[in-house]
């Protein structure tokens, strides 16, 4: 089992609508969350990160965390094409390091 | 502030060349981290440092080797180059290793070993 699983995709969403990205892990020890966006040839940038249990939001993204589901997601409402990206869930775990899954790739169509 | 920087962007090696990959930051951060990316995948932890003098171990630290004698730099040294070293490299860097703490990656250097 992978330590940090994400869907693939791709995922295709027409713009304006809500965008629900995905992620498990499996370290139980874990204890916050990032989601970084990945453009095709640049390096990731932070979008949002969270360590208790609920939802944060930060504009027109909201991370949720289930701990107890070892399950976190992101989601992007009002989707742009600007939002077109691969988008990386990253654990940090109890062996304190990040582990990052594989990425969703998602293309909002205009 | 240039953030993390890294150099060169793009290098072809030969199989059993050497090289070294630089790194660079000017946040004054404790921590740095190198991790490597293969096509579709996410990023692996190659090597990371806690502070000028100290390294560890990440993940995937087979045919590297790094070294950290100032707060600033970070190189990244392939032996002996392989195939399997063909992917991005990126650095990048955190004021502190906690996991609270935002890491700021480089823009990467893209390596293709033939």
């Known amino acids: 089992q992978k330590e940090v699983e994400q869907n693939s995709g791709p995922l295709s969403v027409p713009e304006g609508a809500i965008a629900s990205l995905n992620c498990t892990y499996s370290?139980?020890?874990?204890?916050?969350f990032f989601w970084y966006r990945q453009y095709s040839g640049k390096s990731p940038e932070l979008i949002m990160f969270?360590?208790?249990?609920g939802d944060k939001e930060d504009g027109r993204f909201t991370a949720q965390l289930n701990k107890a589901s070892q399950y976190v997601s992101l989601l992007i409402r009002d989707s742009q094409p600007s939002d077109s990206a691969t988008y990386l869930c990253?654990?940090?775990?109890?062996?304190?390091?990040?582990?990052f899954g594989s990425g969703t790739q998602l293309t909002v169509l205009p | 502030n240039a953030g993390v920087t890294q150099t060169p962007k793009f290098r072809i090696l030969k199989i059993g060349q050497s090289m070294t990959l630089q790194c660079t930051q000017d946040?004054?951060?404790?921590?740095m981290y190198w991790y490597r990316q293969d096509p579709g995948m996410g990023l692996k932890l190659i090597y990371y440092?806690?502070?000028?003098?100290?390294?560890d171990k990440g993940e995937v630290p087979n045919g590297y080797n790094v070294s950290r004698s100032t707060t600033e730099d970070f190189p990244l040294r392939l032996e002996l180059a392989a195939p399997s070293q063909t992917s991005v490299y990126f650095c990048a860097s955190s004021y502190s290793g906690r996991g609270t703490y935002e890491q700021y990656f480089g823009p990467g250097t893209r390596l293709t070993v033939t």
């Open positions: 969270i360590y208790s249990n």
């Open positions: 440092s806690v502070g000028a003098g100290i390294t």
């Open positions: 946040m004054n951060h404790n921590y």
């Open positions: 370290d139980r020890g874990s204890q916050s």
């Open positions: 990253a654990v940090y775990g109890s062996a304190r390091q990040l582990t």
